[in-house]
């Protein structure tokens, strides 16, 4: 069977009149009634700020590819890397989940013979697509650890077209209303000794920092766990790392961040960021989500990451009482920080594969 694939127009706001804001808005509904189950519930953004997330930047444009008007059915997402990694295409497969196995799988063929058409029309030689996967499965990762089944649709369709599973993240989420987070951070505190003292903000980075924290983000490029995934490290500029805090917090999103100060040389010796979207589930269950990581090599050893992530708890507390829980992805094979997640009281919901096919130049 041919599906029609047309691709997405988006709108200048969410509540747009007309064809495009309706497509666009059946479109994000399409995304949040699949990726809810698939993530039990900790993706769910407003369309206002899945209209933020979707537009494209100078660091990688964004094409949406649609099956079904006026009623959406699937729809791929594919990331199109314009600084590093410009011959890889990033593609993720939406497809309706009430829809039987046998169609699915038909529109993730569909989908995936798009995206692959796209990237040799670009130029593109590698590509990496995602799946739902598990902790083990019938096909285990390159790193060793997770695995996916190949009866499900979306990766039994990057299978047949030739695609290694590389990388397989949990997906894991804290409830902080469970957790005695001022105790554990002064024993926290207690541990990373006297020579670390933590600063903390909301929004852009201040003005003294920013040298450092664009030094932090190129580390997390190359320190954090890829598996057999062909990314380049990153080189961020001030504009870089003004157009990320712009777009991180469009929408109405609000970025936290927390570093660890080394005070003997004034170094940061790491990071770690959560972003904070609208109350949409009411009730105190909504999910802030988790951000970026890093304790850098010569400041490793003392404990770091365990103090900034609950430091950035505490803040999350105090200041967003709507998002009593946050979400956090991970590679499997980073034991270390799954470990601290794990100590901290982050517990696993999903795994999500990711794919790569290389093809000759």
Known sequence: MRHDIRTLTLPARADEAGGDGERFRAVAALVERTYGPRFAGTSAVTPVEQLAIWQPSSVDDHVLRVVG?????????????????????????????????????????????????????????????????????????????????????????????????EQVFRVSVADIRELDLDARLAAARERSGPDYELLAWEGPTPAEHRDAMRGLHERMSIDAPIGGLALEPETWSEERLAEFERTTTAGGRVLRTVVARHRPTGELAGFTSLYVGAALLGDGQDVARQHDTLVVGPHRGHALGMLLKLANLVELRDHHPTHPRIATWNAEENRHMLAVNEATGFVAVAHEGAWQRKDDA
């Open 69 to 165: 008007d006026p009623v959406p059915v699937a729809l791929s997402t594919i990331w199109l890397p314009l600084q590093e990694s410009t011959d890889l295409l990033d593609v993720g497969l939406v497809i309706d989940p009430a829809l039987p196995g046998h169609e699915r799988r038909a529109l993730a063929d569909a989908l995936m013979d798009d995206a692959v058409a796209m990237a040799a029309a670009l130029g593109r030689t590698t590509i990496v697509g995602g799946s739902p996967a598990a902790a083990t499965g019938t096909v285990m990762a390159s790193t060793g650890f997770g695995g996916a089944e190949p009866d499900d649709p979306e990766a039994g369709a990057l299978i047949e077209r030739g695609f290694s599973l």
